[in-house]
């Protein structure tokens, strides 16, 4: 399989509905990026009937054997002891090796976070990967993390959430310049924990020094008001916001569809409003925002939802390919050295 463009090691047997969506996922993505070539890990015998049927996908793989996989059950201590023989540690295996430019996995996420962090590292500079996020707004998309990897941070690792946050942002949503908000109580300098208003400090003394605007805080409505592209906060407060948002889209989304059955005037009404709901649909559809990414790692790591079909699972896939083709762990690297080599090593703990 000669190499002509980014190369995505898959964990094939990774997820609910696992191999059949990642192969069909893999498809889609072929179609979306030619250039781009894969690795699928797992059971030959299982994968080779499925990647037969496209043509187009036979060209593009290349099917390596995994013994074993990592259920959803599999606590991450289990999945270091055990896990090497498994698909998610042998596509993570192929990162590390520079045989792909990305890993992408649906599979147990915890699991996936201890096997990436062991297996990849961090880098120089940076303490603790973070999970980040795209997500729709009213201005478009933004950028959150941490999505749960981290439940409790100090005022380092939100200062070095905001710049790998930046960086992704740069990478994929093309934003030169991201503005940056920490997620807090209140906008009030005088609000929020010690942390929060650490990083807070360090990030408007340092703010010309960095690849991103600091905004200041920011509050929970603000992150579906798109006030900023990249919204900073630790793992608990990330995940809960996070998981509110998904619910509230589906409560907003069940509630439309009774309204539209109330009566037959309302079931009428629908017959004009659906092309507006459609393309609200369309917006807001989960899948499109599918692929959460380890930040802060040596080597990058694409979390797809378990439950995702294909075209989420290819929509994962783009994200890993965007981040390669933009170059983000040179970025980050590049941008670490720098801001050592500039002296914030020793205004911060952890630079």
Known sequence: MAAKGPIIALDAMGGDNAPGIVVGGAAIARERFPEARFLLFGDPAVLEPLVAKDKLLMEAVEIREAADSISADTKPSQALRNGRDSSMWQALN??????????????NTGALMAISKFVLRTPIGVDRP?????????????????LGANLECDADNLFQ???????FARSTLAIERPSVGLLNVGAEELKGSDAIKGAAQNLRLHEGDLPLSFYGFIEGDDISAGVVDVVVTDGFSGNVALKTAEGVAKLVSEFTRRAF?????????????RPALRRLSTHLDPRKYNGAVFLGLNGIAVKSHGGSDAVGFANAVGVAVDMARHGFLENVRTEFERLQADGLEDKTASL
Request: glycine residues 8%; aromatic residues 6%; without cysteine.
């Open 94 to 107: 192929a990162v590390r090796e520079r045989e792909a430019d990305a890993a992408v996995s649906a599979g």
């Open 130 to 146: 973070a999970m980040a996020s795209i997500m729709p707004t009213a201005n478009g998309e933004s950028v959150m993390l941490d």
């Open 161 to 167: 959430f905001a710049i790998l946050g930046a960086l």
């Open 261 to 273: 059955k109330a009566s037959p005037m309302a079931a009428l009404g629908y017959l004009f409003a």
